[in-house]
């Protein structure tokens, strides 16, 4: 039986992913997420292109995009939604994630 995906992705979130992906001069095999410590609440998430697929990390295949997630990230992210908003206050993606404890003021980073 195959385990559920770690994160979600939203229709959103993937047609920016396959934009930025087209628009990439070297082709990537995906993007990868994780987390690093950083900024006044703990965390922040990190986004980096992926070329191959590293050993034990989560591959989300899904709405044509190939996400892969960072081992040591797994347990932070899971039921995770992944979104990309584009509005009059902010362009970007977005993660909302039942994990978190709190989040800093500015949005930087975020505790578990």
Do not use: H
Request: one cysteine or more.
């Amino acid at each position: 039986m195959a385990s559920p995906n770690v994160i979600r992705i939203t229709d959103a979130a993937a047609a920016r992913v396959k934009d930025i992906m087209a628009k990439r001069e070297t082709p990537a095999l995906g993007l990868r997420i994780g987390v690093k410590p950083r900024g006044c609440s703990g965390l922040s998430y990190i986004m980096e292109y992926a070329e191959q697929i590293n050993a034990a990390e989560e591959v989300v295949e899904d709405k044509g995009v190939t996400i892969l997630i960072d081992p040591a990230a797994t347990l932070f992210l899971i039921g995770t939604e992944m979104d990309y908003v584009d509005d009059q206050m902010q362009a970007g993606f977005v993660f909302r994630n039942p994990n978190e404890k709190g989040r800093c003021g500015c949005g930087e980073s975020f505790s578990v």
